[in-house]
């Protein structure tokens, strides 16, 4: 173990030399050589973390720092976004799976983007294939851009999805559909089993009209806006379940002086300006924010405009500093719904820091409790908790305090020591909460 630990710091040692490295004084010919040495280097250490990342999940260490999945640790404490997180627990398990591939990975000659592209390849139409491929699979990683695998593996998947051999719960065991971010648009892929393809067919056929003479969407892109059509229609209706004692829905956060301007609500925006600059720059920052599609980001104000045209408008008044929404007292054990969005709009995730669960997954925790401290539910006393971190402050010992006066929520450990971690901030400014039942 300690021979690891050496050699771990050495590397550190390595790289913290390279940093203070200054590449303007090589020359030419040296550069580009250090500069492939580097990638080399890079990948080798992608394999090296990748090893590691195994060795961690088999003992199963983050829950020893409260996190219920390697992958959710690595997300904390790697400061990583979750599709980055889950590319390296994917690594991991298909250099295992793949002995000539780990080799490859090991000697620098495949990116970790070849390796993530066949571990979802391994995913989506099982380990066996994959295995069954390795040789071919990994001679074009060696000599070819990831793109080359990508085509590669898409050709396996549809002959796979083809290959009528295969038994049907074999078949079935490979559906899935995963939605992903792509830049400003969103990705959405997926194996469909027969019953679920004809209905999804039957539906957008449902909601596709004969395209008129002028129009010229391409079938895909007509596809596409039906698809839109049906999510809007099931949610409009109601058909869709209550999460968390809310219908589900599309939130647009935004300033109420944008949300007026947008809407030509008779404000003049420079006197609002104006006044804001008399309040302070701190105050005009928050006045003057951007329109947040919650889940997604921020968005662009003609967007903005066109969801909230016909939104049901709430209010949320809060502090630019800690932001303290609205008060319900003792009224309610349970978070109704109205506090439930408020409570989302100042947490719009587990609060436990590092954790990214979003807040319609997630339990709301009464920091004074209701019965035994006649803890009042105001939002100043409630926190956005995931189930599992909800589970580790009432019955694994971890604590957790709220400091109203920051808006701050901090974590310490069963023994007592403060969590490394944190503290976590809550989502601050003025904004109108605009929800809409479907855009």
């Not at 003992?59 to 889950?86: E, F, V």
């Not at 390795?134 to 990831?146: D, Q, T």
């Not at 909230?308 to 109704?336: E, F, I, M």
Request: glycine share 8%; hydrophobic share 40%; aromatic share 4%.
């Amino acid at each position: 173990m300690g021979s690891n630990q050496g050699c771990v710091g050495r590397v550190g040692e390595a790289i913290a030399a390279l940093v203070e490295h200054d590449p303007a004084t090589l020359d030419d010919t040296a550069l580009r050589t250090a500069l492939l040495d580097l990638l080399r280097h890079a990948n080798q250490l992608d394999a090296a973390i990748a090893r590691y990342v195994g060795a961690f999940d088999d003992r199963k260490l983050g829950r020893a720092d409260g996190w219920s999945t390697t992958k959710q640790w690595i997300q904390a404490y790697g400061r990583l976004s979750g599709p980055a997180a889950t590319s390296r627990m994917r690594a991991a398990a298909t250099i295992r799976l793949l002995p000539s591939l780990e080799a490859a990975f090991d000697a620098g000659e495949v990116t970790r983007e070849h390796v993530d592209r066949i571990g979802l390849t391994a995913r989506e139409i099982g380990d066996e294939v994959v295995e069954s491929a390795e040789e071919p699979l990994v001679a074009i990683a060696r000599g070819h851009e990831p793109e080359a695998v990508r085509e590669t593996c898409e050709r396996l998947i549809d002959e796979v999805i083809r290959d009528k051999r295969i038994p049907a719960q074999e078949q079935h065991r490979r559906r899935g559909v995963t939605v992903a971010r792509a830049g400003d648009m969103w990705k959405l892929r997926g194996i469909l089993d027969p019953e679920t393809g004809v209905l999804l067919t039957t539906a957008l056929d449902t909601f596709t009209k004969a395209p008129a003479p002028d129009d010229e969407r391409s079938p895909a892109q007509r596809r596409h806006d039906s698809l839109a059509d049906l999510l809007n229609t099931v949610l409009r209706e109601g058909r869709a379940p209550v999460v968390a004692g809310v219908r589900p829905h599309l939130a647009v956060l935004m300033p109420v002086r944008r949300y007026a301007a947008l809407h030509d609500h008779g404000t003049d925006q420079a006197t609002d300006r104006a006044t804001d600059r008399a309040r302070g720059a701190a105050d005009a920052d928050a006045a003057d924010g951007p329109a947040v599609l919650t889940g997604y980001g921020v968005i662009p104000d003609a967007f903005a405009a066109r969801l909230s045209c016909d939104a049901n408008l709430q209010q949320v008044w809060q502090h630019p500093d800690n932001g303290l929404p609205l008060k319900l007292g003792r009224a309610y054990r349970n978070t109704p719904p109205a506090l439930r969005r408020a409570l989302a709009t100042r947490d719009p995730h587990c609060r436990w820091p590092g954790c990214r669960m979003p807040a319609n997954w997630c339990d709301s925790h009464h920091l004074r409790t209701w019965i035994r401290d006649n803890g009042a539910t105001d939002i100043d006393n409630l926190v956005i908790l995931c189930r599992y971190h909800h589970v580790s402050v009432h019955e694994r010992g971890w604590g957790i305090r709220y400091d109203p006066g920051s808006g701050t929520v901090a974590i310490t450990r069963p023994d007592g020591t403060p969590y490394e971690l944190g503290p976590s901030r809550a989502r601050t400014g003025r904004y109108a909460t605009l929800t809409r039942l479907a855009a």
